[in-house]
């Protein structure tokens, strides 16, 4: 049968109007979706699993695969933690987490510029760029760095005994500290803009305890690549107003437990008002956790895991 030019114009007319109906039918739905917060994909540091003492589990591939058979969404990896900087090994490692269906989300490293010796600082500026360059190998998006402390603790168990507050060194002051560490950051951003790894300053002890002196050092370099990290476990007073102000900055947010209690301290934190905190500043981007507990962590990390799911899904 043969149509009509009229009978062609008209469900032509048809079709669209029905095109438009469903387009408008799908607004509000669509509104609905946008306005809809999306859960946050939850990692977790290599460092949960070994914790400095835990040698069965200090090698990263091991990390890696419980983490898959845990069911949690990406690995941070500890610097410290690893044993072999060759370029053969980091590609083993980012082939390990891919073929485990895992993001290499995170690098956690160790740096220290508050040292009145410019060459202390020179070593732990080279540091900081090698770091950044194993980060870009290994294909992570971001890297954990500190500004550092005083290092008039005599170790780290004595700074915890004093809840992370040390004198600082005789004859200087925290202005001294903080044009150090801020020169010292402008020297290496250069390579983390290069590489495309976003630093993120957390709040770990000497000039980052407080949420202010983070945001004082990011503030003052004025770089979109360098963001925060933010610890829901260093912030031993007030940890929720303290939160709040490094939110709209962060870029990783690293989430502490401590079944069987504390390995220094511990710390009774409600995860569904830091959920809400962070979720109000529009922060999409990973929880890491950090198992910081006594506990075995094959029993601790998957009942976090669970914990975590609960406090960070929408």
Not at 5 to 25: K, N, T, V
Not at 261 to 280: M, N, P, S, T, V
Request: aromatic residues 10%; negative net charge.
């Amino acid at each position: 049968m043969t149509l009509s030019r009229r009978e062609l114009l008209a469900g032509a007319a048809a079709l669209s109007l029905s095109a438009a109906q469903g387009r408008a039918d799908d607004k509000p739905q669509a509104a609905a979706a946008k306005e809809t917060p999306r859960s946050n994909p939850i990692g977790i540091s290599t460092y949960s699993f070994w914790q400095f003492e835990h040698e069965e589990y200090r090698d990263i591939e091991k990390c890696i695969d419980l983490a898959a058979e845990w069911g949690f969404d990406g690995v941070e990896i500890l610097h410290r933690q690893m044993t072999n900087e060759e370029n053969g090994y980091l590609q083993k490692l980012k082939k390990r987490a891919f073929v485990n269906g895992l993001a290499l989300m995170g690098f956690s490293t160790h740096q220290g510029f508050v040292s009145p010796k410019e060459e202390e600082r020179k070593k732990n500026i080279d540091h900081t760029i090698h770091c950044i360059e194993l980060a870009y190998a290994l294909g992570i998006p971001t890297m954990r760095v500190n500004t550092g402390r005083w290092g008039t603790s005599k170790d780290f168990d004595e700074l915890m005994k004093n809840r992370g507050i040390e004198p600082r060194l005789p004859g200087y002051t925290d202005e001294d500290g903080f044009k150090w560490v801020i020169d010292s950051f402008e020297k290496i951003l250069p390579t983390a803009e290069k590489c495309g790894v976003l630093l993120g300053l957390e709040n770990h002890w000497g000039l980052g305890i407080t949420a202010e002196g983070v945001l004082r050092i990011v503030d003052a370099i004025k770089s979109p690549w360098l963001q925060v990290t933010a610890d829901t476990g260093n912030f031993l007073e007030d940890p929720y107003d303290r939160l709040e102000l490094l939110a709209p900055r962060t870029i990783l947010l690293q989430a502490k437990t401590y079944y069987g209690g504390g390995l220094w301290y511990q710390l009774d934190l409600d995860y569904d008002r830091i959920a809400k905190i962070f979720h109000k500043h529009n922060y999409r981007g990973f929880v890491s956790l950090e198992f910081e507990g006594k506990e075995d962590p094959k029993i601790a990390i998957p009942k976090s895991l669970a914990f975590l799911r609960t406090a960070f899904t929408s």
